[in-house]
């Protein structure tokens, strides 16, 4: 069902022609024709009956009235405050994981709702699995990945930030004091790591392959903050973005354990759906976005 259609259904509503709604639409008679078709097809009722050259509402044409009357009247005042404060409107809805949530995106949030108060925000979390599948079923408008530094069929990206990630344990470790680590060393240790499908988990499990070792123990959690806690405890070693952990760092509550990770490059990325419309709301959110990551400072 399209605004045109009821606009002309308004229109034929009120002049009982399809010759003067056609001349009132800036239409030629066999396009509101072709429109009412359509409309009446698509509702599966009549709405007016043609009596020669006489058009009559039916009952259920003087139904639907109503509701179109008040949906045209809605937009009408909908553009006409839009005129007046020049506010931006609409709606976003973005998606990201945990990590994202609490370290990168609440500055983001925050400008956006102080520049944009018009624009609804709507902010749905998910797994670092169910981001890209809930782009292509169109739950977010868009989302942010923290992933491997490469394109997505389908979609639009760009990289905001690059994102360095550590190999960590607590000070008392026994590792914490090495200068460097064989993969011989990791045998026994229990690894704190995300859900499985998280890509710097894959990742990091493939480079310990690659070097000859076998199976881990491991404890999997779908929270950083869970993770970082349980290794400062001392339950094992971490593989954490910087982002999440720079305050620990700094006051010593966690160590940097000397394996390399800069194989492959981690970066906070942005993505869209190709086929997507972006909306004057959804384009806003975009350049805000980039904007504040370029300024990162405040992030």
Known sequence: MELRQLKTFHTLASTLS???????????????TMQ??????????????RLGKNVILTDAGRNF???????????????????QTGELTGTVVISADET???????????QFRLRYPGIRLMFRPLSNPNLKQSLREGGADIIFMLDENKGESGFCG???????????????????ACTALSIEDFNGETFLLTEKGCSYRTFFERSLSQKGMGGITELEFNSAEAIKQCAIIGMG?????????TA???????????WDLTATSFATQMFWHEEKWISSAIEAFLNL????FLNNSTL
């Not at 179109?68 to 405050?81: K, P």
């Not at 070693?237 to 952990?245: G, K, R």
């Not at 976005?289 to 504040?292: G, K, L």
């Open 100 to 110: 994202l949530c609490t370290y990168r995106l609440p500055a983001v949030l925050r």
């Open 158 to 176: 760009e990289k905001m930030l690059d994102e360095p990630f550590y190999v960590l344990a607590a000070p008392d470790h026994p590792l914490a």
């Open 248 to 258: 620990e760092l700094d006051r010593g509550e966690l160590v940097r354990l000397p």
């Open 36 to 49: 009412m078709k359509s409309l009446e097809e698509e509702l599966g009722v009549q709405l007016v009956d």
């Open 289 to 292: 976005t980039r904007d504040t």
């Open 237 to 245: 070693i971490a593989v954490l973005p910087e982002m999440a952990v």
């Open 65 to 83: 009235l109503r509701y179109v009357d008040n949906i045209l009247g809605e937009l009408e005042e909908a553009q006409h405050a839009v005129k």
């Open 18 to 32: 399809f010759s003067r709604a056609a001349e009132v639409q800036n239409y030629v008679p066999s396009t509101v």
